[in-house]
């Protein structure tokens, strides 16, 4: 059985930064893809950013690139998003992802969730 527990989430004001953690037990971590996607109220659930298995390829969305870093330590289980210079508009629940396999996008890959963590960007 997958766990995703999110932390790191909080206040902060716009132009600053956050740095949010996905731990993960249950199942070879390292094998798999891991994505952030984030909802703000009232809207659907979207990409932010993913990475592969082993940490060497990376995705991100348009609204984020150059902003945020996706990064993971296999040996820690833990998968990271740097956030710098934060905007009201990234207010929203953030959410890890795990992967059937070792690299995926779309929503449908991702069979395995964490209960999201709130991020809130003040301005």
């Known amino acids: 059985q997958v766990q995703l527990v999110e932390s790191g989430g909080g206040l902060v004001q716009a132009g600053g930064s956050l740095k949010l953690a996905c731990t993960a037990s249950?199942?070879?971590?390292?094998?798999?893809?891991v994505a952030w996607f984030r909802q703000a109220p009232g809207k659907e659930r979207q990409f932010v950013a993913a990475?592969?298995?082993?940490?060497?390829?990376?995705h991100y969305a348009d609204s984020v690139k150059g902003r945020f870093t996706i990064s993971r330590d296999n040996a820690e289980r833990t998968v990271y998003l740097q956030m710098d210079s934060l905007i009201h508009e990234d207010t929203a629940v953030y959410y890890c992802?795990?992967?059937?396999?070792?690299?995926?996008?779309?929503?449908?890959?991702?069979?395995?969730w964490g209960q999201g963590t709130q991020v809130t960007v003040s301005s």
């Open positions: 992802a795990e992967a059937r396999t070792n690299w995926a996008l779309r929503r449908s890959g991702f069979p395995y």
């Open positions: 249950g199942r070879a971590f390292s094998m798999h893809g």
């Open positions: 990475i592969n298995y082993s940490g060497f390829k990376t």
